[in-house]
């Protein structure tokens, strides 16, 4: 059985989440945090990525996307796969760093757009990696 298709349209709202392969670390240093950021703004400059919130873990990643021009896979294939390109090029190693497709979710904004939003931004304090989500660097919460 084939994958499921996505529904893709202009103007649609998407929880998505990545994971590690076989859930181990997606982000090692510092510069790592920053240089996936960094495929969040040329996202936006190339593909018209709207990026309301986020939340960088060590394992995986939220994110709570619209997509004017309904091109979701687009911008989800600059994300990744920039950002593997990169992750395997500075530790010397091939293969896949995250575990089989993106989630997407399309969500109604105006319904569970405030909701997600929480649910993303308190990933940290859930996971005990900070006292307060305002205080975690890798969140849109502390920006």
């Not at 059985?1 to 103007?11: S, T």
């Not at 995250?98 to 931004?121: N, P, T, W």
């Amino acid at each position: 059985m084939g994958r499921p298709l996505r529904i893709e349209y202009p103007g649609a709202f998407y929880h998505v989440t990545a994971r590690g392969n076989e859930r181990r670390s997606i982000f090692e240093s510092d510069k790592d945090y920053t240089r996936f950021t960094g495929y969040f703004e040329s996202a936006t400059e190339k593909y018209g990525a709207r990026i309301h919130c986020f939340c960088l873990m060590s394992n995986h990643y939220h994110l709570l996307l619209e997509t004017p021009r309904g091109n979701l896979h687009m911008i989800l294939h600059h994300i990744n796969t920039g950002y593997t390109n990169y992750f395997n090029a500075r530790r010397r190693r091939v293969g896949h760093l995250f575990q089989g497709r993106y989630h997407a979710i399309l969500v109604d904004k105006d319904s569970y757009g405030l909701e997600l939003s929480r649910y993303i931004h308190l990933n940290p304090w859930r996971a005990r990696l900070a006292s307060d989500p305002f205080g975690y660097p890798w969140s849109s919460c502390s920006t």
